[in-house]
Every structure is written in C-alpha cells, then in structure tokens.
C-alpha cells in the first residue's frame, strides 16, 4: 500500500506519543512482546541489497542475545526499536493534547524493522522457551515509510555514527560477568593499579598517563586465578591485588609512572612489560607459581623477573613470543610463549602444550 492511499476501515489502534523530526511526524510506541511480533516483520527475502532497507541477520548473535534474556529475566535492558509502517496512518490526539493520542495503522499496512531486527528476532526466540515474557514491553518509534530509497537512507542515518563501546568500558560497568568483576575489584582498589589503568579505553594514546588497560586485566586476572579461585569473588581479589602489588615491586617504573616521575609513554614505548601480552603472561606464569608455591610462598619467588631483559630491543629474546615483526602480537600462541619465558625464569615446569609450542618457534628459527 502506498502512504498515501486512503486508510483502510479495518486498522488497529495503540496509544503513542507524536513527535516530529525534520518536518515529518513520528510516533513512539509501547508494545508487548506479543504485540510487536504480531505486528511487526523483518524482510529476509533473497533479494539484492541494493533493493533491501536492512542488513542480513546474523543468526550467531541472535541466541547470545536470547540467552541474555533468559538468564537475567528480573535485570535485563532493551533499548528502543525502530520501524517504518508502509500506509497512511491516523492520529487522534486526546482532549487538550497535541502530542499523546491513539495511532489508527491499518491491519493490511506492513511495520518493517529498520534498528533492531537483531533484538527482535532475539526476542522471537525467547518467547520459544519462556512464553510468560510475552507480556514485556518494548518501545518502538514508528515513522511513516516514504519508499525503499527513505528507508534505506533511514539505515544509513542510524547506524552513520553507532560505535560500539570500548570493551574496557564494557567491563568497568558489567556487574553479571564475574571475571569483570574480579579485574574491577583488583585494580579499583589497588594503591598501585588504579592510577595506571585506563578503564574507559581499550588502547592507549601516545600521551597518555596509564600503563594498561583494565581490558588488559580482565584476561591477566582471570588466567591468574582459574584452578586456584576459592569461589568467593572478594577473597580471589585479595590474592588476585597481592600477587599484581607483589609483581610491581619488581617493576619499578611502574611505581615512578603511578608517582609522576617518569612518563608512561616512555615506560610503554621501551619496555615488554608495559603491554597487555605481558600482563596476561604475568597471569598465566603466576597461576602456575601459586599453584607450586601455596600458602604465599610464591612471594619469595618473583625476583628473578628483574633479571629478564624487558626491553622491546631484545629482538633475540622477544622477537616470535611477544612480536611479530616487531610489532607486539596478542594471539593466544605468543601470549603463552611469553608466559614461557618467565615460567622458566621463575624455575617453572612447563606444560607438554608449552613445550611445543617452545619446539615449534625453536624450528622457525
């Protein structure tokens, strides 16, 4: 139906409040569940893109989203959709308001997700195994679908400046995810960490005045206490902040960058063990140390870091662990690698998996 055609007789009616954005109306929504599926359809016809308004469904998001809802059905965030309805459609304002009133679309009018057919499939699937959260609601800004060209500029516009955050962030504001907790409680509450960890950022500037990220921690924390956490997230921080404090005692730029006597950038630029890689092996070979050495005898242990030339020149030593090339490589096979370094600075065994991969950079060289 074209947007101009007459409205239908038969149309179905919902409360929504009208706004109006660069001279054309818009109306926002509230519908359960139920109703936006019903009332609602997501165009998955194998038809160009130049003749589609969306983009393809990733179907591998979709029961990550799902199972975000199921398993936090009392805590869970969905942000707003937004459609395009293909009719003429009629808005009755209520007595003495200009801009809430009831919204008449017609039955035969076609409501297509343009943001959030993601969320709306998730949605779908949810309802599959737990039928009771048909009755939450969404919001859903309806605008009046001027041809496949608005729609699609409609996208465009939507998604011109969408950036997804910064995964640091992600972590310093997640309170489900333990690990995120975990690396938040350890350095927020560190004397040493918490000046030198950027948590809004997952890289670095030049200029900046911090050393890691909390990104970078997550990992580092979580290796560090996998087979030796005792289950209880605030007692895992203790351990987790003693064996890090205890770590930068044989660091001490760190402690000069934490007390503005020397430049983050100069530590960053010159040095291996200013680098998230370095961190995460720090973790790795500190898992195995508690491990050998309980009851806290692993803090008698760490000295030999201090004798490990961390400097980024030591191309014999770094070169194929932690660079490639010279540029610092996150892979999983060098993070281990350099944690193989200081497990065997540390007197450690390495495991029959580390040895080969030692075996393997052995041949390439």
Known sequence: MHPLDPISVASFRCPVLRGVQAGN????????WRQLLRRTSYDETEVPAEMRAQRTL???????????????PGDFVFSALTASVDARVKFEPYANETALGTLNIPDDARILIN?????????????????NLSHETIPVVLFVDLGLERCQQMFA?????????????????DHRN?????????????EVFCPIVETERSSLALRSRHLFTLSAFYNACADLVRDVSKGDLEADAALAREYWETVANHFPSWIMVRDGRMAAKEVRSGFIHSTGIALQALGLAGNTLIRTYPDKKWKS?????EQIDWSRTNAKL????????????????NVILTANVLKKSLGLKLTIEEEKLEAALAARK
């Not at 109306?25 to 359960?32: G, I, L, P, R, S």
């Not at 943001?115 to 699937?125: P, S, W």
């Open 157 to 173: 516009d939507l998604n011109r400046y969408a950036i997804r955050p910064s995964r640091s962030i992600g972590i310093l504001y």
């Open 301 to 305: 242990k760490l000295k030999p870091l």
């Open 58 to 72: 990733n179907r591998a998001r979709i029961p990550e989203i799902a199972s975000y809802v199921l398993q936090n």
């Open 115 to 131: 943001d959030g057919q993601h969320r709306r499939a998730a949605i779908a699937e949810a309802l599959k195994e737990n039928p």
């Open 318 to 333: 770094w070169e194929g662990r932690a660079m490639i090339g010279g540029i610092i490589s996150k892979v999983s096979a």
């Open 178 to 190: 333990e690990k995120a907790k975990l690396a938040r409680l350890v350095v927020m509450e560190s």
């Open 25 to 32: 109306e818009y109306f926002v929504a509230m519908w359960t």
